[in-house]
């Protein structure tokens, strides 16, 4: 992200002799994408980061597609997907395209036998229930109901739980995650009507350095294969590191909603955004001011952008029948809007207390065969009268 962040100890220039206090040099690397013009961060090791003494197989974690081309609109409970020990194995893909995989998960552990590093997407990890700590080898975040996780492709982490009571709503991004451009001024900087600022987002505040060699499993997932690689040191033996590439965590009970005489667009609720889809936090806010407004939204046609809510807690005004862990697809190339009632419902109303993520993506998505497995089939007649 557009941040600068620097913790433990770095040498006063980048590739520097850098010291250990036996006289030995620590190692440094460089953390980056998009060639060597995106967000990077300089790392330095207590060992080489290269030493892999062993590759013991792959397997495939590719969704199995039920839906290629649908124009269907669904509800999933996203409650019924059921809770695995495991967490790469709690991880259900639910809908998906080649930009961005919209994810479940349930774990029941925390991650013990293992460390983990997608090579292929960077992950945004909604909390719905639970808490603990993210570890990585850029430090470590306290995480609770309600945090954005945002962590780039190839950190290495684990997720260590506080309960056994844990979902989260996943999304995988082929492409970077950003704040959004247009609360940025020319330098990088959220600007005054963002409706979040730095001072909100909560970078790693401990770094673990484990100087050990031995034999450490990271499984690495690359194209949808999960490779269990044998490393023959520790992941986590940064001594320090600085830049603008490294996890951070932003609760959605920090988004500040942009509020206005009559019902303001999604846009005005936009969190974060790739150049493949946008997230949108809906939060508890006031409702509009005009004498005559309608604070229900309009019936709209995503004509070319999939809607996908996931609904997180309170009363989402539009919809009947909804409930936490309830998942909407709303396709491109079809209308959609309130549900009947809801428009009548909310005239007179002042303020609302939804709690909601969205996620449009520019592409259609294509539905799994584990959402199948949780698919209200009925949902789109629910606009009949």
């Known amino acids: 992200m557009p941040f600068y962040h620097t913790l433990g100890k770095i040498p006063p220039k980048r590739h520097t002799i850098f010291k250990k ?38 397997y495939t974690v590719a969704p199995k597609i039920a839906l ?33 995989g919209i994810i479940l998960s349930a774990p029941l552990e925390s991650t013990t036998n293992y460390f983990y590093k997608n090579t292929d997407a960077d992950e945004l990890i909604f909390v719905h ?6 570890r990585s080898h850029l430090g470590n975040l306290d995480f609770k109901y309600g945090d954005y996780i945002v962590i780039p492709r190839g ?10 009571d844990n979902r989260l709503f996943i999304v995988e991004s082929k492409r970077p995650i950003y704040t959004p451009k247009r609360y940025r001024n020319w330098f990088g900087q959220l600007l005054e009507h963002s409706p979040y600022c730095e001072r909100d987002l909560r970078a790693p505040h401990e770094l673990e350095t484990n100087d050990e060699k031995g034999d450490f499993l990271i499984k690495v997932k690359k194209q949808d294969e999960i ?21 951070y965590a932003f609760s959605i009970h920090d988004f500040e909603p942009i509020t206005g005489r009559i019902h303001q667009p999604p846009p005005v609720h936009q969190t974060f955004e790739t150049d493949a889809f946008v997230v949108c936090s809906f939060v508890p806010r006031l409702y509009d001011y005009h004498p005559d407004s309608i604070p229900a939204p309009y ?18 005004m539009s919809r009947n029948d909804i409930d936490a862990g309830h998942i ?18 909310s005239i ?29 089939e009925d949902y789109h007649k629910s606009w009949l009268e």
């Open 68 to 100: 290629k081309n649908n124009i269907k609109s669904y509800r999933f409970h996203g409650f019924k997907v059921t809770p695995e020990n495991d967490y790469l194995q709690s991880r259900k893909n639910v809908l998906i395209n080649s930009d961005v």
């Open 328 to 345: 909407s697809l709303h396709p491109a190339g079809i209308p959609h809007g309130p549900h009947p009632g809801a428009v009548e419902r």
């Open 129 to 134: 229930r639970g808490s603990g700590k993210l």
């Open 227 to 247: 490779f269990d690689m044998i490393y023959a040191t520790h992941p986590f033996d940064v001594v320090g590191y600085d830049g603008f590439n490294f996890p």
């Open 299 to 316: 019936n709209h046609s995503n004509i070319d952008s999939d809607e996908v809510l996931y609904y997180v807690d309170g009363d989402f």
């Open 21 to 58: 206090p036996d006289g030995s040099l620590y190692y440094e690397q460089l953390f980056g994408t998009i060639g060597f013009d995106g967000m990077s961060t300089n790392m330095y090791h207590c060992h080489r980061p290269t030493q892999v003494k062993e590759i013991k197989g792959k």
């Open 348 to 376: 007179g109303k002042t303020k609302t207390d939804e709690l909601a993520v969205m996620v449009d993506t520019f592409k259609p998505l294509m539905v799994t065969e584990e959402a199948m497995k949780i698919a209200d």
């Open 155 to 164: 950190t290495i982490y684990k997720l260590d739980f506080d309960t056994t």
